[in-house]
């Protein structure tokens, strides 16, 4: 199993992370599995940890954001950690001083900023899987930025994939008419029917359509 924390600011991760081994163990706790004693150690052994690292360590504020993710396994009526599953993230809260004067900055720049170049996304054929659908990588100014699957279906499609950036979005399998100009039709699929999500799961879906290449 996995538990995530979500984003939260430092001095919130504790109960949080409580609340969330208790919602995901729920059921295992009413069928007897694992009793809530242990359920609340096993919570408080990761948060000693967690606090030497955030606080102890790390030096952080308690309005630093984090995201604390780990797996674990529910055995002879006890949470056992994989602690080398263990993963922080780590934002920390810029003070209002500091951000004041790069806003008035930008609102200064803003006719400048206006004439930037849009960021223009374009599809190219990577090729075909063992199943025959047609993979595509998604580019965005010239660099990687995600992939989609293609299954071809009496003159139509069936597409799914995810792009990582600029923001991640996953597109779930949509019907499309691809006529002629089949990178046209997904590119305008990438900018109006992407759903956003977390830039993990967006990449786990990249790197799954990515390994149907072999």
Do not use: H
């Amino acid at each position: 199993m996995r538990l995530s924390s979500g984003y939260i600011i430092v001095g919130a991760y504790a109960d949080k992370i409580r609340r969330t081994l208790f919602a995901q163990l729920r059921d295992k706790i009413k069928g007897g599995e694992i009793d809530s004693k242990s359920v609340a150690k096993a919570a408080a052994d990761l948060n000693k940890l967690l606090y030497e690292i955030l606080v102890n360590k790390l030096k952080l504020d308690k309005g630093d954001v984090v995201r604390v993710m780990v797996e674990y396994d529910v055995s002879d009526g006890e949470v056992k950690w994989s602690l080398d599953t263990l993963n922080i993230e780590v934002f920390k809260r810029v003070p209002e001083d500091e951000i004041k004067p790069i806003v008035e900055d930008a609102i200064g720049r803003i006719e400048e900023l206006e004439e930037i170049e849009e960021a223009k996304f374009m599809v190219e054929k990577a090729g075909e899987t063992d199943l025959g659908d047609t993979v595509y990588f998604v580019n965005i100014n010239g660099e990687f930025a995600g992939a989609l699957v293609v299954t071809p279906l009496n003159g139509e499609a069936i597409v799914r994939g995810a792009i990582v950036k600029p923001n991640p979005v996953v597109i779930e399998k949509t019907r499309i008419e691809i006529g002629e100009n089949v990178e046209d039709a997904l590119i305008k699929l990438v900018e109006e029917r992407g759903k956003e999500v977390d830039e993990e799961t967006a990449e786990k879906i990249v790197n799954e359509i990515k390994g149907m290449l072999g």
